[in-house]
């Protein structure tokens, strides 16, 4: 269903590299699919999604801005979800136009489809390079053995994260840490200290790189990075 996106130079040295704005992160996807534009049915490949936005590529026009059209999403299950959709942008590049695309989503269900497949895109194993998307969440996590220890976590991403702790903890320590998810469980995390700095606030930011993660725990885990996508 989803394969890793092409490059843009592998699209073409000219291909305009649309960006998002910055609070909203798409995940690059390469998918072949359809929309249904004023001018008729187009095949397009959706080459970055978000819980928000896709870029969709087309040999031929999809529309121009301000116009709807509806794209059908591949989603979890091998079926495909009907969105409506508004066009954002539309750039011309050497093998043919990049649309950006903005979701009109009323329905909780098809919401609720969309944070599906973000979650389950983001759980599958990166690409090299790649750095995973990092979400602010600012909540209260416990850590440490018996997580006795109170700390207050900035930022949260498949491959780790940052708090603010009020004490040392020497570099590469694993350390344990239970972080409460929006969807009112707690996730058990291990993680390994790669950094510490003093905080304007008070104790130290220290970041953790996680260890490898289970199925159970990694699902969650894109659960919650793709829920505070989605927020």
């Known amino acids: 269903m989803y394969a890793p996106a092409l490059t843009p130079l592998q699209l073409g040295d000219d291909m305009p590299t649309p960006r998002p704005p910055r609070e909203d992160r798409r995940v690059e996807v390469s998918a072949i699919t359809r929309a249904r534009t004023p001018h008729g049915e187009r095949t397009v490949r959706i080459a970055g999604l978000s819980s928000r936005t896709a870029l969709l590529l087309s040999a031929e026009p999809l529309g121009w801005a301000g116009q709807c059209i509806d794209v059908d999403v591949p989603v979890v299950g091998g079926r495909d979800l009907s969105v409506m959709a508004g066009v954002a942008r539309s750039e011309r590049y ?35 390079g790649e750095t995973p ?92 990075v793709a829920d505070l996508m989605c927020r």
């Open 133 to 224: 998307p990092s979400c602010v969440y600012d909540v209260l996590v416990a850590y440490g053995p018996t997580s006795q220890l109170r700390a207050h976590l900035q930022e949260i991403s498949l491959g780790g994260l940052s708090m603010r702790a009020d004490e040392r903890l020497p570099h590469d320590t694993v350390v344990d840490v239970a972080v409460p998810t929006l969807r009112g469980r707690l996730l058990g995390l291990s993680g390994r200290v790669t950094g510490q700095r003093l905080s304007a606030e008070g104790g130290y930011i220290t970041t953790l790189r996680f260890e490898p993660l289970d199925g159970t725990r990694r699902t969650a885990l894109g659960e919650l």
């Open 94 to 128: 050497r093998e043919g136009h990049a649309t950006t695309i903005e979701f009109l989503v009323i329905d909780a269900e098809v919401r609720k489809k969309l944070n599906e497949l973000l979650a389950l895109l983001l759980t599958d194993a990166p690409r090299a």
